[in-house]
């Protein structure tokens, strides 16, 4: 039994030592300067913030509308109609926005994962997180992104 035990402390040493050998340490990277620096993102962030404009445009529209009305029943129909169609058009808004924040965060991470393979990082933080030391791969993840190796 204590020969047991001494190969599994042993053998966890050896997997631990090993692992430690294997990984150079912390990577890091700046997520809104990969997202500012990359055409793809940039694109899908200047598409998300024209929808946001469309949908203040058609309140300002809506309103201009609104005030040329002459009856409180005409204002009040209008304005369920308007609320109603306004609800539809920022939820098709809100879940776009959604899904394109997704595939740009999945495409800034797998490029990070295969960097921090790469490099033998053992992780990729925030750089918010470093205080000191670690590996800055931002300028990595973007070239990558922008096509260069």
């Known amino acids: ?36 620096s990359t055409p793809f993102a940039r694109d899908a962030m200047k598409a998300i913030d024209a929808k946001a404009l469309e949908l203040q445009q058609y309140l300002v529209d809506k309103e201009k509308e609104y005030k040329s009305m002459d009856t409180p029943v005409q ?10 169609d306004f609800k539809a058009k ?9 899904k394109s924040e997704d595939e740009i ?30 590996t800055d791969i931002t300028n990595l993840v973007i070239d990558r992104l922008k096509g260069g190796k």
Do not use: C, P
């Not at 042993?10 to 809104?32: K, R």
């Not at 009040?76 to 109603?84: G, L, P």
């Not at 808004?93 to 959604?98: E, G, I, N, T, W």
């Not at 990070?112 to 933080?125: G, P, R, T, Y």
């Open 105 to 134: 965060y999945n495409k800034i991470k797998d490029t990070a994962k295969s960097i921090m393979v790469e490099h033998k990082l053992s992780a990729i933080i925030s750089d918010r997180a470093v205080f000191v030391g670690g």
């Open 1 to 36: 039994m204590k020969k047991m035990k001494t190969f599994v402390l042993t053998l966890a040493v050896i997997l631990f030592t090993g692992n430690l050998s294997w990984a150079d340490g912390i990577g890091y990277i700046d997520y809104q300067r990969v997202v500012e």
């Open 90 to 98: 920022e939820a098709a808004f809100l879940k776009q926005k959604a």
């Open 75 to 84: 204002k009040r129909n209008f304005q369920d109609k308007v609320a109603n």
